[in-house]
Nanobody
């Protein structure tokens, strides 16, 4: 069983920055593909970024490419999302998730952290 806890959300003005963290417990963190997702009010959950297992290779949604950076520290069992040049449309609850296999659905989810970007 893997537990995920996000932190670092908050209120920021457009153009500002935030850094989200996701602390994992249980399992072998380095063997998980880790992802960030978000869900805005009235919308479905949206993929933001992922860090592949073992190599940590990043992949981003087009909407955040060049502004967000995903990283991980396997020794700390932690995942991060540095968000720069934030826009009001980035407002959402952000979730981290863990996938035990190379592809497919994510197996474990955190409770989410709210990010609000004011214009």
């Amino acid at each position: 069983q893997v537990q995920l806890v996000e932190s670092g959300g908050g209120l920021v003005q457009a153009g500002g920055s935030l850094r989200l963290s996701c602390a994992a417990s249980g399992g072998t963190f380095s063997s998980y593909t880790m992802g960030w997702f978000r869900q805005a009010p009235g919308k479905g959950r949206e993929f933001v970024a992922r860090s592949t297992r073992f190599t940590g290779s990043p992949y981003y949604a087009d909407s955040v490419k060049g502004r967000f950076t995903i990283s991980r520290d396997n020794s700390k069992k932690s995942l991060y999302l540095q968000m720069n040049s934030l826009k009001p449309e980035d407002t959402a609850v952000y979730y981290c998730a863990a996938r035990l296999r190379g592809t497919g659905e994510y197996d474990y989810w955190g409770q989410g952290t709210q990010v609000t970007v004011s214009s």
